[in-house]
C-alpha cells in the first residue's frame, strides 16, 4: 500500500480491503498485546481486570474503531483534515480538526516508550542468538533483566536501531512489504503463542495460571485498574488517537466495516490472552510474582526457553517475531503525523526523520528515566487515547449526519446499525466519562 500520497478513490482498488486488514492488524497486534497485557494483569490482580478489558474491547473499543474507519474513509485523507473536512460538511466547528492534531502528538509520545520496549526486545534477539542466558536459573534470569534496565548504553543502542527502522519505513511511503510481511509472521507468531501455551501447560502450574487470569475476585478491582483496563483497551487496539483512522482511507467504498473490525478486535483480543496463558503458568511453577510490572515477559519466556532443547533459536525467533509485530505497529504511531505535515507541504523524509528525531529524543529521556517512561506512558494510555475516543465518539453519534454515517459504515442491517450507533452515541461516551469520574473518585459525589 502506498501510503506516501492521500488516497483517492480511484486508488481504492479491490484489493484494499486486504491492505487495510493487514496495515490495521498490524498497528493493532503489538507490544500492547505480548509485553503489556501479561504485565498489567498480573499488576491489577487477574481475573477481575480481564473481565472489565474484555467489556471495555467490546462496549467501547469495537463501536469507536468502527467509528474511527468510517471517518478515515469518508474523508479520504489524513485524520486532522479528514476531521476538518466531515466538520465543514455538518456545519459543525473546523476546530474538530484539533483532534487529529492532538492524536498525531500522542502518536509521538507513545512511540517515546514503545521503542524503548521494542529495543528491549531487539537485546533479547541478540541475547538467544549468543545464547547469553541458555545455562541461567530462575533468579540470574530476573537479574539479567535488571542489569538490562541498569544499562542505559545498550538501551540505547537498540532504542537507536528501533527508531530507524522504524523511521526508514515510513520515509520509504510504502507499507507494502510490512503489509506481507504482516501476512506471513502474524500467523507465524500466532502459532508460536500457542506452542508456548502448550508448553506452559506441560511445563508450568497452568491451572494456578489460567485461576489467576479468568477467576473474578472483584475485591481485587481498584477504580486505577478500571482506568488501566479502559485505556489498555483503546492502546492495544490503536484507537483515539488517527492510527486507525489513517488507514480507513484506504478501505474500499463498498464493503462493510463492522465484520472487519469485528475481526481485527478479536485477533487482536485471542493474541493477548494467549500471551498471558503462555506466561502465568511459569510465573506460579517458578515462585515468581505475577505483579514484577514490565520485566514479566522479560523473565518467563526466557526461562522457558533456557529449559527446552533447541531454546535459543526459538527464542531468537520469537523474540524477532514480537520486533516485528512491534514495528508495523510504531509505523502507526508517526504515520498520521507525517501524512500530514507532508500533505501541507514538507517532504516525506524531512518530515519523517524530524517526527521520530523527536521520539528518538523523548525516547532517551525515558531510558534514563523511570518516571518519564512512566509519565509518557500513563498520560497516553489511560488519558489522551480515552478523551480522543470519546471525541470521536460524539463526533460520528451525535455531529455527522446518521444518514450519512449509515451509508458511510455499509452497515446495512438496520437492527445492527441501531445497536452500534447506540453504543456509540451512549454506551461509549458515558462508559468512558463514568471511568474517569470514578477513578478520581468522583462517582460517589456523582451519584449523591
Ligand atoms: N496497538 C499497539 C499495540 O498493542 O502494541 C500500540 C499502538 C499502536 C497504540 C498505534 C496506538 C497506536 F496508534
Known amino acids: 500500500m502506498a501510503t506516501g500520497s492521500t488516497p483517492t478513490s480511484t486508488s481504492v482498488t479491490w484489493g484494499s480491503r486486504w491492505t487495510f486488514i493487514l496495515a490495521a492488524t498490524g498497528s493493532a497486534v503489538g507490544l500492547g498485546n505480548i509485553w503489556k497485557f501479561p504485565y498489567i494483569t498480573g499488576e491489577y490482580g487477574g481475573g477481575a481486570f480481564v473481565l472489565v478489558?474484555?467489556?471495555?474491547?467490546?462496549?467501547i473499543g469495537i463501536p469507536?474503531?468502527?467509528?474511527?474507519?468510517?471517518?478515515?474513509?469518508?474523508g479520504r485523507t489524513d485524520p486532522a483534515d479528514a476531521m476538518t473536512k466531515l466538520a465543514r460538511e455538518s456545519n459543525a466547528p473546523r476546530q474538530w480538526g484539533l483532534l487529529g492534531a492532538v492524536g498525531m502528538i500522542a502518536g509521538l509520545m507513545i512511540m517515546m516508550f514503545y521503542s524503548v520496549v521494542a529495543g528491549w526486545a531487539l537485546e533479547y534477539v541478540s541475547q538467544s542468538v549468543t545464547g547469553a542466558y541458555s545455562h541461567l536459573d530462575a533468579t540470574a534470569i530476573e537479574s539479567n533483566f535488571s542489569s538490562l534496565l541498569a544499562s542505559s548504553d545498550r538501551q540505547l543502542l537498540w532504542h537507536s536501531v528501533f527508531s530507524l527502522v522504524t523511521a526508514s519505513v515510513v520515509a520509504a511511503?510504502?507499507?507494502?512489504?510490512?503489509?506481507?510481511?504482516?501476512?506471513?509472521l502474524m500467523p507465524l507468531l500466532f502459532g508460536f503463542l500457542l506452542l508456548l501455551v502448550g508448553y506452559s501447560a506441560v511445563n508450568g502450574d497452568f491451572s494456578?495460571?489460567?485461576?489467576?487470569?479468568?477467576?473474578?475476585?472483584?475485591?481485587r478491582l481498584t477504580s486505577e485498574a478500571v482506568l488501566v483496563a479502559m485505556g489498555h483497551a483503546f492502546f492495544t487496539l490503536s484507537l483515539g488517537m488517527g492510527a486507525i483512522m489513517a488507514y480507513g482511507a484506504y478501505f474500499p467504498g463498498h464493503s462493510s466495516i463492522g465484520t472487519t473490525v469485528l475481526t481485527i478486535a478479536a485477533l487482536d483480543t485471542i493474541i493477548a490472552l494467549l500471551a498471558g496463558m503462555a506466561m502465568f503458568p511459569l510465573v506460579f511453577a517458578n515462585d515468581l510474582v505475577p505483579g514484577q510490572g514490565p520485566g514479566l515477559m522479560?523473565?518467563?519466556?526466557?526461562?522457558?526457553?533456557?529449559?527446552?532443547?533447541?531454546?535459543m533459536f526459538f527464542g531468537s525467533l520469537f523474540f524477532a517475531l514480537v520486533s516485528?509485530?512491534?514495528?508495523?505497529?510504531?509505523?502507526?504511531l508517526i504515520e498520521p503525523g507525517v501524512a500530514w505535515l507532508e500533505k501541507h507541504g514538507i517532504k516525506r523524509p524531512i518530515s519523517t526523520f524530524s517526527l521520530a528525531g523527536i521520539a528518538w529524543l523523548g525516547g532517551i529521556a525515558s531510558i534514563h528515566s523511570g518516571t518519564i517512561f512512566n509519565i509518557l506512558d500513563k498520560l497516553t494510555t489511560n488519558i489522551m487515547l480515552p478523551l480522543g475516543g470519546l471525541l470521536i465518539a460524539i463526533f460520528a453519534g451525535w455531529i455527522m449526519q446518521r444518514d450519512r454515517v449509515q451509508d458511510e459504515t455499509g452497515i446495512s442491517h438496520p437492527r445492527i446499525f441501531a445497536v452500534w450507533r447506540f453504543a456509540l452515541r451512549?454506551?461509549?461516551?458515558?462508559?468512558?466519562?463514568?471511568?474517569?469520574?470514578?477513578s478520581l473518585g468522583l462517582m460517589g459525589w456523582v451519584m449523591r
Open 53 to 59: 478489558y474484555l467489556a471495555c474491547i467490546l462496549a
Open 64 to 74: 469507536v474503531m468502527i467509528a474511527e474507519v468510517m471517518i478515515g474513509r469518508a
Open 173 to 184: 511511503g510504502v507499507t507494502g512489504g510490512i503489509g506481507k510481511a504482516v501476512d506471513i
Open 208 to 219: 494456578a495460571g489460567l485461576h489467576f487470569m479468568f477467576d473474578t475476585d472483584f475485591s
Open 298 to 311: 522479560f523473565v518467563t519466556l526466557p526461562i522457558a526457553f533456557s529449559n527446552m532443547s533447541g531454546g
Open 324 to 332: 516485528i509485530a512491534a514495528l508495523s505497529s510504531s509505523i502507526s
Open 426 to 438: 451512549y454506551i461509549a461516551p458515558l462508559g468512558i466519562i463514568a471511568i474517569f469520574l470514578h
